[in-house]
């Protein structure tokens, strides 16, 4: 198994890395192997411009926004595919030499048609998307020559539909977090808070801003720790360290706790009463497997619009879109439990918590028949 990622953005690595762990839970002989082609083994130019990506989102998200729609349609999309697609299918190629895998399985939309041409290279191999966002779905995933298209949502499916998929070809599983989200076992969450040293018994809040930490994350902490409040606050920085640095050296009047990039999330959403975040695919669905309400602060124009809409509409969280808020609409929700307790309700009852090793099932058909083809013909 080949799983094709980049880090353009945390949720894909962290994809890859669900679905890497389902495999070896269901197949524990199977070889798995994970390749970046655009900012790992892709060639200079590629990794340029890609690079580009964390600083876009950071600083100026709204022509992230204008790079979204104008790809998004075909002729801008065709011309990307010319101008850089070889390039990308030549570091590919070398992969599929060296690794020769059954089946590649891809997390992200522009690797897709580039892997197409591939699929004979040597012998005939399968492809597997993993559709990794929510709802808005970007044409780059949907590659009608895949064997297999795997949505998290209804409308993920009509937007692969109406893009030209064969009905045959999709099928909604939902979207592969890692196994370790889930909700807290009785006691679990108290004892989580001592271990990193928070206080067991005061609400909690989480407060993320994905891999690159993004999405106005200083100025929600400061609003939330900066003046006495009930809860305490957790603020996970990601890679971004001067973000880290800055709010260290907040003068916080309730307890904080800073954090950069983090490999215990799923302890942590455990120990969390509300997350705070952007609207980003992969935060929704880890702290939906987890149980925990969300509190959305904004979104990134583009493929996280609508997952807005989804979590309240859903009722498993809110929208609070400016950070002077944050402090009266999280005293709202704590003070009503009988609200909070629905809340978490509905995000457990919205997510898939083994959707990795539902894709991880039919993954493994998929390449157990091309392995068995190929054998066949030697």
Not at 95 to 121: E, I, K, W, Y
Not at 155 to 165: D, F, I, N, T
Request: charged share 20%; hydrophobic share 45%.
């Amino acid at each position: 198994m080949l799983l094709l990622f980049s880090d353009t953005g945390g949720g894909h690595r962290a994809a890859a890395r669900a679905l890497a762990g389902a495999f070896r839970r269901l197949a524990p002989g199977a070889r798995v192997a994970a390749i970046d082609p655009l900012l790992g083994q892709g060639p200079p130019a590629v990794r340029r411009i890609c690079s580009l990506y964390p600083v876009i989102i950071q600083r100026w998200p709204s022509v992230w926004g204008v790079i979204y729609h104008a790809s998004n349609a075909a002729p801008a999309f065709g011309f990307l595919q010319a101008a850089f697609g070889a390039r990308v299918r030549q570091a590919l190629a070398g992969q599929l030499d060296a690794l020769d895998p059954d089946l590649l399985v891809s997390v992200h939309p522009l690797l897709n048609h580039v892997t197409g041409p591939l699929l004979d290279r040597g012998r005939r191999r399968g492809l597997v998307t993993v559709v990794t966002d929510l709802i808005e779905v970007h044409r780059g995933w949907s590659f009608s020559g895949a064997d297999l298209v795997v949505v998290p949502t209804e409308e993920a499916r009509a937007a692969s539909l109406r893009a030209g998929v064969c009905p045959d070809r999709i099928r909604r599983l939902g979207f592969p977090v890692d196994l370790g989200f889930r909700p807290p076992a009785p006691g679990e969450t108290a004892a989580i808070r001592r271990r990193i040293g928070l206080e067991a018994g005061r609400p909690t809040i989480l407060v993320i801003g994905g891999g690159e930490g993004s999405g106005r994350l200083l100025d929600q902490v400061r609003v939330l720790a900066c003046r006495p409040h009930d809860w305490q606050v957790v603020a996970v920085c990601g890679r971004n360290r001067p973000l880290r640095r800055r709010l260290e050296e907040l003068p916080a009047a309730a307890p904080l706790r800073v954090l950069g990039f983090v490999e215990d999330m799923p302890d942590l959403l455990r120990a969390a009463d509300l997350v705070v975040t952007k609207a980003g695919p992969g935060a929704i669905a880890e702290a939906l497997a987890t149980g925990v309400p969300l509190v959305l602060t904004g979104y990134l124009p583009g493929q996280e619009t609508a997952n807005v809409r989804l979590v309240t509409g859903s009722g498993a969280g809110i929208y609070v879109p400016r950070p002077e808020l944050l402090p009266g609409a999280i005293r709202e929700l704590l003070a009503d439990p009988d609200r909070h307790r629905r809340m978490r309700a509905r995000a457990t009852a919205l997510s898939r918590p083994a959707a990795a090793l539902d894709i991880a099932r039919s993954c493994l058909t998929l390449a157990a028949a091309y392995r068995a083809a190929s054998q066949a013909r030697r």
